[in-house]
């Protein structure tokens, strides 16, 4: 069915020509809502984006962060390698320039026409000890190969140990002073020269020591603990196997035997004897005959010299004051690695022994 222009009219008398106007007035309405709606539109994008702006830079941010940090962290950990290297490069300088030193000090020693020579002995005597006489005999032959030596002195400051080692430095000395007969010998006791360490003083032709210097201890020790009573209360019986009758008289958990204590007190004896024969041999008629020279008792300095001990009282200086005044001292000491210096500088130098069984004492 059609529907014409004027059949509209008639139906609307009343809107007449108000249609275009009503048209146009609901256009006009309608672009406000529409132009708001876009309005708001924008304004949620522009909330959208400016929150995921915030988070970017947040995380700029954090990521900057984690970046000076593990830059701060890389710097300290290249100080400390700074630092670990700059330690070894010292260290390594120091060492060098010992060794320069000590082969300054060998030049050096060839073109002087005299000095006096000068071995340390200070601490335990034996293998591996800090006098042991694998170490001081290399030292006596280097001080005697240069004719410019006037004197030996050996600074004195032990309580013994082996009496292997302690006779073989002894009949070094002894040697020595006959090879070189115009050379004389010289010990200077500093706190302690007592059994072993007395048993070499006595092989050079003079001794001197401080008053309260403690001298002597000649004789033997070997000392030990039974414990077979202790096992009996705790009951634990001990099981050895030898092959020897005598290979366990030691031992500290059987019973000694008469037999074995006769024996290893023959050794103690024969040991002490040959003690006794090196200080006489070393001393000669200066020796007091007194009760108490060979017994094992411990004197002073003061003592020492009214029983023929030592020969007088004065200290390693006093001693190059009085008979070498002005003269070139020149120490032998164990030849060590550079490296050997740096660590004992650092306070790593390590040494574990055992003592030996039977000491001079």
């Known amino acids: 069915m059609a529907w014409t222009e004027d059949e509209d009219k008639s139906a609307n008398p009343h809107n007449g020509g108000q249609g275009d106007t009503a048209a146009e007035s609901t256009q006009t309405i309608d672009y406000p809502v529409a132009e708001k709606a876009h309005q708001g ?26 970046t000076l940090k593990e830059n701060l962290v890389e710097k300290r950990r290249a100080r400390r390698w700074n630092i670990l290297f700059r330690s070894l490069t010292f260290a390594l300088i120091i060492g060098v320039i010992v060794a320069v030193m000590a082969d300054t000090d060998i030049t050096e020693l060839d073109a002087r026409s005299e000095f006096v020579a000068v071995i340390p002995m200070e601490g335990q005597i034996g293998a591996g000890q800090p006098v042991d006489a694998n170490v001081i005999l290399p030292l006596i032959d280097d ?24 006779g073989i430095i002894y009949d070094a000395i002894q040697l020595k002073r006959q090879q070189y007969p115009n050379i004389p010998t010289y010990v200077v006791v500093e706190d302690l020269a007592a059994s072993g360490g007395y048993y070499i003083a006595s092989a050079a032709d003079q001794i001197f020591a401080d008053k309260a210097s403690l001298v002597g201890s000649i004789g033997v020790i070997s000392a030990g603990f039974e414990a077979t009573e202790l096992l009996k209360k705790i009951g634990v019986e001990r099981r050895v196997f030898t092959a020897g009758e005598n290979k ?16 290893w007190q023959a050794v103690l004896d024969e040991t002490h004897i040959q003690f006794i024969n090196a200080v006489k041999e070393g001393r000669g008629d200066r020796l007091t005959d007194s009760p108490d020279l060979f017994s094992g008792s411990v004197f002073s300095g ?19 004051n009085t008979k070498y005044k002005g003269m070139d001292v020149l120490y032998f000491t164990e030849d060590k690695e550079p490296w050997e210096e740096v660590v004992k500088s650092f306070g790593m130098s390590i040494g574990n022994t055992m003592l030996e069984s039977m000491q001079l004492r």
């Not at 304004?43 to 400016?50: E, F, L, N």
């Not at 366990?248 to 024996?263: G, I, R």
């Not at 003061?302 to 190059?320: C, N, R, T």
Request: charged content about 20%; overall charge negative.
């Open 41 to 66: 539109g924008s304004i949620k994008s522009m909330s959208h984006i400016d929150k995921e702006e915030g988070e970017n830079t947040q995380k700029l941010w954090s990521l900057l962060e984690t």
């Open 143 to 166: 001080a005697y190969a240069n004719s410019g030596m006037q004197a030996l002195v050996f600074k004195m400051n032990s309580p013994g140990g082996s009496p292997v080692h302690s």
């Open 248 to 263: 366990a008289f030691l031992d500290p958990f059987l019973p000694m035997e008469p037999s074995s204590v006769d024996k």
């Open 302 to 320: 003061a003592q020492a010299v009214e029983l023929g001990l030592i020969d007088g009282l004065s200290s390693f200086y006093g001693l190059l």
